[in-house]
Each structure stands twice: as structure tokens, then as C-alpha cells.
């Protein structure tokens, strides 16, 4: 069981920026995937970025190119997600997720929240106009 906590949630107005860390503990492994995900109210929990520890192989939505950074502390069991030129449309909950037993997130795997076996509880954003 691999446990993750998410928090670095607020207000901002558009243009602002926010840190969202991650940390996960508990997994026997080296290295693992954590990645990001945000879900407004009645839609649907879509994939923001995703770091592998082991080679720190990033990944990201089109959406957030160029806006959002994922990256590790050197303990490697902290990420964090930060979010520049934030706009209204990035308000929502955001999810940290992690999976142990893998070598990469892989591009075609990184964004599917059935891949990941362990959620942190969320942290709300929102962003004003």
C-alpha cells in the first residue's frame, strides 16, 4: 500500500501561480509514477502531468504545456506541480496519484486514472477572472 498526500490548494485571480506538492511513502520500490489529475464538478477527472522518479520522464496535457512544471525533490518521494498563467478554466480538484511497480509513466498509460492504484485525497484550485 503506497500512501499520497497532496496539498499547496488555493484562490488565485488569472495570471497567478500555485506550488501543489506531493508526497508518497510506502513503496518497497526505487522509483514510481505520480502523477496529476484534476476534476471539475461534473466532469470528468482528466490527466495534467505525470513524473517518473527513476529518469524523471515527464509528461503532460496539452492543456497546461508550457503553463504547468512537474518535478522531484532529490529524496524522491516528493513532487510538485506548479502552475504558472493560471487561467479559470484550471479550477478544479486536484488529484495526486502513484503507481510503485513500474519502470516509466509511459505516454500512452500516464493519463489513465484506471492505471494508478493509489489516490491522495485532493487539493481544491481555484481561479478567478
Known amino acids: 500500500q503506497v500512501q499520497v498526500v497532496e496539498s499547496g490548494g488555493g484562490s488565485v485571480q488569472a495570471g497567478g501561480s500555485l506550488r501543489l506538492p506531493c508526497e508518497a511513502s510506502g513503496y518497497t520500490g526505487s522509483s514510481i509514477c505520480l502523477g496529476w489529475f484534476r476534476q471539475a464538478p461534473g466532469k470528468e477527472r482528466e490527466g495534467v502531468a505525470a513524473?517518473?522518479?527513476?529518469?524523471?520522464?515527464?509528461y503532460y496535457a496539452d492543456s497546461v504545456k508550457g503553463r504547468f512544471t512537474i518535478s522531484q525533490d532529490n529524496a524522491k518521494n516528493t513532487v510538485y506541480l506548479q502552475m504558472n498563467s493560471l487561467k479559470p478554466e484550471d479550477t478544479a480538484m486536484y488529484y495526486c496519484a502513484a503507481e510503485s511497480d513500474v519502470y516509466d509513466c509511459y505516454s500512452g498509460s500516464w493519463h489513465m486514472t484506471v492505471w494508478y492504484n493509489n489516490w491522495g485525497q485532493g487539493t481544491q484550485v481555484t481561479v478567478s477572472s
Open positions: 513524473i517518473y522518479t527513476g529518469g524523471r520522464s515527464t
